[in-house]
């Protein structure tokens, strides 16, 4: 056994990293700043081109306006048209529809994921649904639930629903078998472990399924706003089409991207907070 | 005196049709209460298939098992679970893990005092599985050892009669393993539980039952029920006992001429003499 112990730090002098891996290696690390400043330009880049190829004249403004033109769009949106009343009327439809499927998705997707009978049942319905297109079932929305408001909650709901119902049903039925075998062996019963495990275990697979159906639900909000709509981002972008106003239906689109980018983060930052057990690298 | 798991002509079979094949012939097996019986075989003999049977989480359709003077049918509360894979809740913190069965109605407490001692058992196993300081851990941070010890803690919990371990140190460092074995020796000789213990580690088996049943494969059966003589203090130094030793050859030679190991070994060294 040796007692003179070696010292804390090694040699002096500066230390080289060795087995390092590369960012470009498979699964290579990438430092937080230049993982930034590669979001950053992803950004930047398109517009720098967007810029070069206005100032230059390469694209008709009527196909492709500047994005200073687009940006004093934005500006007289703001202060003559109603730019804050459409954001939040097209927030609060895409809400609408994403909270009322999630409402029944969620709790039938676990009946779903967890019984046989109901998914045997069930199941080969939705896939069937989930493949009709949300814009065929306009005319039939608009005769059975009207034109008004929730007409529009109701296209998001018929984009959003099925799908939601069996992502929310395979994350159930993702959870392994050891954590339910392990709750009957202590004597739960279905409708405990139903609680006490498989809906605990499937959360944070359900929150991430419920982003992705945000994500979709803005999707269908032009669609939506195809019915008898008077304001709305939606509804702006398709009136604009009708005036060859392109600066606009940029104008739009931007408006609708930067409302999911804050909407995706604040679910990424729900999930950190929620399921702090689930970010832990043991 | 009447076993606390009777075994009576067990037949088990997987799959249906042309693939359904059979897992356990014929299985006879009295464990009394408090004993500590190893399950040992190579893979394929069926001894985690009878475990998870006695269990309660295999169907069978020929043959029975009773526990307790009653017949199984589906997992019971008096018969814990421990798993290779730890199973263990990973939202809930170490201390929540262990009492996770209080949650259940089946073991509601029914008065104040009943809580107080379920609290009272709870740090008891916490402290008793050397896991006071990590109490407030979730098991991501915990390394396998530790973890197995959060399930061994969660099982016994609830005070089962029976304890029924599916190789649970199978994933652990051989270190670990040993500090393991006594740690379970222990807990055996507080509580008292029977324990039936599934491993393929013939060592493992001898140092903690007190019968070895061998098992083989093709079809799953019980091939020999071997009576371990070394009483109930083991040390760890047994293991270098030339008793030992000989226990272990003989098992692993039962093991080594029904599984086809045996045909497998020869034909290696065939082929190392020819080259």
């Known amino acids: ?282 | 005196m009447t076993p606390k798991i009777a075994v009576r002509g067990l037949y088990k079979h997987y799959g249906r049709g042309a693939r359904r094949t059979l897992a356990l012939q014929h299985v006879d097996l009295d464990i009394a209460a408090g004993e500590f019986v190893t399950l040992v075989g190579a893979s394929g003999c069926g001894k985690s298939t009878l475990l998870r049977t006695i269990c309660g989480l295999e169907e069978y359709g020929q043959g029975s098992i009773v526990c307790n003077g009653r017949d199984v049918d589906g997992p019971g509360a008096d018969r814990a679970m421990v798993f290779q894979s730890y199973s263990l809740y990973p939202w809930l913190t170490v201390k929540d893990n262990i009492r996770f069965c209080r949650r259940l109605k089946h073991h509601a407490a029914a008065t104040s005092s009943d809580v107080e001692i379920a609290s009272g058992r709870a740090d008891a196993l916490i402290g008793l599985m050397g896991l006071a300081h990590v109490a407030h851990a979730y098991p991501a941070e915990l390394s396998g050892g530790m973890q197995q010890r959060v399930a061994i803690a969660r099982a016994l919990m609830a005070r089962p009669d029976v304890l029924l371990m599916d190789e649970p140190f199978g994933a652990l460092d051989a270190q670990t393993r040993e500090v393991m074995h006594d740690l379970i020796r222990h807990v055996h000789h507080l509580e008292k539980t029977t324990i039936v213990f599934v491993t393929h580690d013939v060592e493992e088996a001898i140092y903690l039952g007190e019968r070895v049943v061998v098992m083989a494969p093709r079809p799953g059966r019980i091939d020999s029920i071997v009576d371990v003589p070394f009483g109930a203090k083991r040390h760890q130094d047994l293991k270098l006992a030339p008793e030992f030793s000989a226990l272990k050859r003989q098992i692993l030679n039962r093991i080594r001429e029904t599984s086809g190991v045996k045909t497998d070994l020869e034909q290696l060294e065939k082929l190392t003499r020819t080259t």
């Open chain 1, 1 to 282: 056994m040796r007692d003179d112990l070696p010292p804390l730090d090694g040699a002096a002098g500066p230390t080289v990293m060795r087995n390092r891996r590369s960012p470009w290696d498979v699964r290579g690390d990438l430092r937080r700043r230049s993982a930034l400043a590669l979001a950053v330009a992803g950004f930047v880049l398109p517009l720098a081109v967007w810029i070069l190829v206005s100032l230059n004249g390469w694209a008709d403004p009527v196909f492709l306006p500047p994005p200073w033109q687009v940006l004093a769009q934005l500006g007289e949106w703001y202060r003559d048209g109603d730019l804050l009343g459409d954001v939040i009327v097209s927030i609060g439809r895409v809400l609408g529809g994403f909270c009322v499927a999630a409402l029944v998705a969620v709790p039938l997707g676990v009946l779903v994921g967890t019984y046989a009978p109901v998914r045997a049942f069930l199941e080969p319905l939705t896939e069937f649904t989930r493949y009709l297109p949300a814009v065929a079932f306009i005319p039939l929305i608009m005769l059975w639930v009207g034109i008004e408001e929730g007409a529009k909650v109701a296209v998001i709901w018929v984009g959003v629903f099925f799908q939601m119902l069996l992502l929310v049903a395979a994350d159930v039925a993702r959870v392994p078998d050891a954590p339910i075998e392990a709750a009957r062996t202590m004597g739960a019963t279905n409708e405990e472990i139903i609680k006490y495990v498989l809906i605990p275990a499937a959360r944070p697979a359900i929150l991430t399924t419920l982003r992705g159906a945000m994500c979709l639900a803005w999707t269908y909000l032009v669609v939506a706003e195809l019915v008898a709509a008077n304001s709305g981002l939606g509804y702006a972008i398709l009136k604009a089409q009708r005036f060859l106003q392109t600066d606009k239906i940029f104008a739009g689109i931007l408006l609708i991207g930067l409302v999911g980018l804050l909407t995706d983060q604040a679910f990424r930052w729900l999930h950190k907070r929620c399921f702090p057990w689930h970010h832990l690298r043991g």
